[in-house]
């Protein structure tokens, strides 16, 4: 048998370098993740991810250099084609980033619920608690999930009422407590919320459990779960599971494709965690194979809370960590490191950013090439399909050869 290869996506989420065209229809003009982080930083020290092309790229994205500073060596070196990509989505969500990359962009637009109190139609919040049982919900309206836990988490104790809340996202959350709540209680909540919110074209109902017993001491549990709507059409991931290969999704990739495409799913939290997971997941992964991680702090716990110095630490910590994959790699194999969407800490507010997202692609046989602006995030797809020789999806253009 012919050796096929293997492939691993290192999906930094929220990691935009520099505002798409169209960011101002989207309230994000002049948003740029990497760029702004760099200057008020004073600096970054990304020397592996720099050897790579990141900055390359997002120069080429912005126009302008990015404020990083003098950047050590490189751990390691390996060839990489580097460059940035557009999101033709009409969201810049989390699931239509993801799904386009894939070669399944979002052409319709999903339902919103309102930001400010109540955010959620009174009939729709009567049939949740209704065929749950519930006495009631707390929150209903948009905020941080962590601070609505920590605001609400002594009453939801006391009270047996759920909380639920959204953001700018196209969502209905739910957080509630392991042990006083219970795990399998949220779940089959939210199995009952992501029926009754079908009719509102909402992505996804994310359970978000959490630990502790007072204000100031609440804390998330890693047993989050997405309940998603499935993607518009078939993505790379269905294409390679239907051909014999195997895709093997890290953290929270296997719900965000509602498990479609999916033959081995892992649960991991926290940048370390994820880091270690993947890179054992990729060791051990057959030949026709793709390891696809999703690194979430980058928007769950950074961006979207606006810190610039967490999200700055990650970065150089995720750059750290780029040498241990790189020297298991096998001949043939090859990485990418890109984003689904922006989300710039130094921006207003604490929504994403419309931003273009690094494409970088890695292994021991890559040519070295700049491949510039390419027009839709599903040209990943397409090359990860053209990799494989599978046949090619609707969307995306390869770069495999260019």
Known sequence: MTKKGRVVILMMDSFGIGGAEDAA???DAGANTLGHIAAARGGLKVPNMTALGLLKAAEASTGLPVTAGEQDNP????????????EISLGKDTSSGHWEMAGSPVQFEWGYFKPAYPSFPEELIKKICDEAGM?????????????????????????????CYTSADS?????????HFGLDKLYKLCEIAFKHVAPYNIARVIARPFEGEKKGEFKRTKNRHDYSVKPPMPTVLDAIKNAGGEVISVGKISDIYAKQGITKAVKASGLEELWNVTL???????????????????DMTWGHRRDVEGYAQGLEYFDTRLPDLIVQMQAGDIAFITADHGCDPTYKGTDHTREHVPVIMFGPGVRPQYIGA?????????????????????FGKSFLEE
């Open 135 to 163: 006495p009631g919900i707390l929150g209903d309206k948009a905020a941080s999930g962590t601070a609505i836990i920590d605001e609400l988490g002594e009453e939801h104790i006391k009270t047996g009422k759920p909380i």
């Open 374 to 394: 390419r027009e839709t995030y599903a040209d990943l797809g397409q090359t990860i399909a053209d990799y494989f020789k599978l046949s090619p999806l609707k």
């Open 25 to 27: 229809r989207f309230g």
């Open 171 to 179: 969502v209905f959350q739910i957080a509630a407590h392991e042990k």
């Open 75 to 86: 751990a390691i070196l390996v060839p990489s084609k580097y460059g940035f990509m557009k």
């Open 280 to 298: 054992e997941e990729a060791q051990n992964a057959p030949d026709f194979s793709l390891v696809f991680t999703n690194f979430v702090d980058f």
